[in-house]
């Protein structure tokens, strides 16, 4: 009786074990094969069944060849594989296999073989195949987007270079390579500022220190350095470039080539010139014919032998200072008129240059009656620029001023030095603005003038102008009672060009 339940309790137990072992297994989210020497399948889990779509009573102790298609089991060569497993006792190096199921879509398999041991004695083999099906596709899907991304990025008209935080190029596209001359094995021996002018390096390093601090790209307008040592003009949107853990670990910099840009700009510029002195022509013609006059009232009167030398002197002194201000108002007009061509920049002294302008609109505000009203320091007022650039920014600020008053009233020029910048008001009471409109005034080809009468251009370049010259330019302006135009730009207090 005691033998009998001792027997009993064995069964028992080794039922239990029997269902644990079953068990695990099942709880593995991999395919599990017990095989034994004979190539026989002792075991087989819940995971293998399903992706098998079989069934226990036909795969357990069914031979290979009977479970697995013939084609898999030539081309990955599982069977010899497993008898080195067995006769060795030393695992297979795991592989890729592709197995497919009747009426199951194609599956990738990673698979590896392990001896399996009792009592120190090789009984068979394990057989591991973990599905990665979807981590193949997961990985050749971001291969495929990495492809696409990098043709992108190296199709792109811009340049597209990204940096680690240091400022070390890391990729340099395509156009960056066209438009530098520098090859990306070549530039990714540099660092960004390497490729920016003197005078830009500071502004850049800043930009670069604080990049994961600003919420927004950065932009800037910065010349790149080409390989044949000149400079192309290029505008920057400078961008964190984030790691896995969404940590800044560099920048991106998407630059435009603003080479056409600034060509079509420079036309534009002429092109507003000619406009203005169209509309100044009667006045400079009036200016000039009015010294000329005196000049030949003068000359006339030495012809006459009757004069005093002290009379004859004075007529002499009209003559000439009748030349003088002839030839400034000649000399102003020629050096508006005459076209820039170059970018490189100088020392100007502004107060000086919107004194040589106001003569150029004199005549022209004064057959409007309107009376103008100037400050000036007293000391030079000195920025870095395009004189030329300049001088057509505030005879478009001067010309608005006093269109906008046909019927007279008062135009007002305040330089002064506001540390560390040099600030230019021009105040006019005409019409002003109306609140919809004051928004929209700095945009290409808008303009309140009747149709004929202007392109909407001339504060456009205004502010793509003083923009160039890194400063700003604002206007305030009050229906009926007039407008208020604030130019300011950085003083500069040395010589030299740029």
Known sequence: MEDKTLKTAGQELSGRYEQLYTMLLDAIPSSVLLIDQNMCIVSANRNFLEKGQRTLANTIGYRLEEVFPTVILDQMDITKRIRQVIEKNHPAKGERMTYRAPGVPIRIYYYSILPFTWQGKVEGAVLLMEDVTEQVRLSEEVRRVERHLGSVVESASDLVLSTDKKGRILTWNAAAERLSGYPAAEAREHDFIDFCTDEDRKDIQNIFSRIDTRKYAQMKECPLRTKQETFIPVSWVFSPLKDSSNQTAGVVAVGRDLTERRK????????????????????????????????????????????????????????????????????????????S?????????????????????????????????????????????????????????????INAMPNGGRLGIDVKMDHPEVRVRVTDTGCGISPGEIGKIFDPFYTTS???????????????????????????????????????????FGGGES
């Open 341 to 401: 061509t170059t970018t490189r920049t100088t020392l100007v002294n502004l107060a000086s240059l919107i004194r040589e302008t106001l003569t150029l609109v004199a005549y022209h505000a004064n057959i409007l009656k309107i009376d103008m009203k100037t400050s000036f320091p007293r000391e030079p007022i000195m920025v870095q620029g395009a004189a030329t650039l300049l001088q057509q920014v505030f005879m478009n600020l001067f010309l608005n001023a």
């Open 264 to 339: 079509f700009e420079t036309e534009l510029h002429q092109s507003q010139k000619f406009a203005a002195l169209g509309v100044m022509a009667g006045g400079i013609a009036h200016e000039i014919r009015n010294p000329l006059a005196i000049c030949s009232s003068s000359a006339q009167f030495l012809m006459e032998e009757d004069g005093t030398p002290e009379f004859r002197r004075e007529c002499a002194e009209k003559i000439h200072k009748g030349i003088q201000r002839t030839s400034a108002i000649i000399e102003n007009l020629l050096k508006y008129s005459h076209p």
């Open 450 to 492: 009747i149709v004929g009468q202007g392109t909407g251009l001339g504060l456009s370049l205004c502010y793509s102008i003083i923009k160039q010259h890194r400063g700003t330019i604002e206007v305030e302006s009050v229906e009926s009672r007039g407008s208020v135009f604030t130019v300011k730009l950085p003083a500069r």
